[in-house]
């Protein structure tokens, strides 16, 4: 079965150092992955997904993940957090498997940015 | 273009009580899903449409039924609501060509009483 993990509930990190935001697999096949973003009382938005080449993805607000397919790995990094980059992260891998269009989604991970 | 919205944003519901979850999406995108929100266990599948004419269930159907109306929208129903249904219920759509991603309407705050 295709799975995501996201082991750490909570990031704290102090704003201005670098920040990462963790992510696994487990899929069948070559995956697409996915990075979103979600801020107090919104939707998730799109930050950024690797689909297929270069294993480093930018994104929007300055973000990047790293795929490492000997790792099984798709973490989120930022070289510089800011203190508006606080807020709950959620990586996703899209159901390929299933021949359908489902994604499954790890249960996110809290980042704290402290000024 | 405004994306994807939902209505209504907020709604309390008593114990058997029925409602209909309403969303739309502008994109010309073809699949659109249907997720619930609860602490501490991300985004769970409730049911999907990979596009129009067509639905599925998804991680946790039970107590749920939707209509895929159209392209644009795709409604979900409770038709006899249980406290465990109080959540957070997001609706996606994706699809555009090329793209994969998923694009997320605001949320509906749903509180069953």
């Known amino acids: 079965a295709q799975s995501v993990a996201q082991p750490e509930d909570q990031v704290n990190v102090a704003e201005g150092n670098p920040l990462t935001v963790k992510c696994t697999y487990s899929v069948s096949g070559n995956p697409y992955l996915f990075w979103y973003v979600q801020y107090p009382n919104r939707g998730l938005q799109f930050l950024l997904k690797?689909?297929?080449?270069?294993?480093l993805v930018k994104g929007s607000y300055g973000f990047e993940a790293e795929f490492n397919k000997s790792q099984t790995s798709f973490h989120l990094k930022k070289p510089s957090a800011l203190v508006s980059d606080s807020a709950l992260y959620f990586c996703?891998?899209?159901?390929?498997?299933?021949?359908?269009?489902?994604?499954?989604f790890g249960t996110g991970t809290r980042l704290k940015v402290l000024a | 273009n405004a994306g994807v919205t939902q209505t209504p944003k907020f709604q309390v519901l008593k114990t058997g009580q029925s409602m209909t979850l309403q969303c739309a999406q502008d994109m010309n995108h073809n699949s659109m899903y249907w997720y619930r929100q609860d602490p501490g266990m991300g985004l769970r599948l409730i049911y999907y449409s990979a596009s129009e004419g067509t639905t599925d269930k998804g991680e946790v159907p039970n107590g749920y039924n939707v209509s895929r109306l159209n392209k644009r929208e795709f409604s979900l129903r409770l038709e006899s609501a249980a406290p465990s249904q109080t959540s957070v219920y997001f609706c996606?759509?994706?699809?555009?060509?090329?793209?994969?991603?998923?694009?997320f309407g605001p949320g509906t705050r749903l509180t069953v009483t």
């Open positions: 996703a891998v899209r159901d390929l498997t299933s021949g359908t269009y489902k994604y499954i």
């Open positions: 996606a759509s994706s699809g555009g060509l090329g793209t994969y991603e998923q694009y």
């Open positions: 690797y689909i297929t080449g270069d294993n």
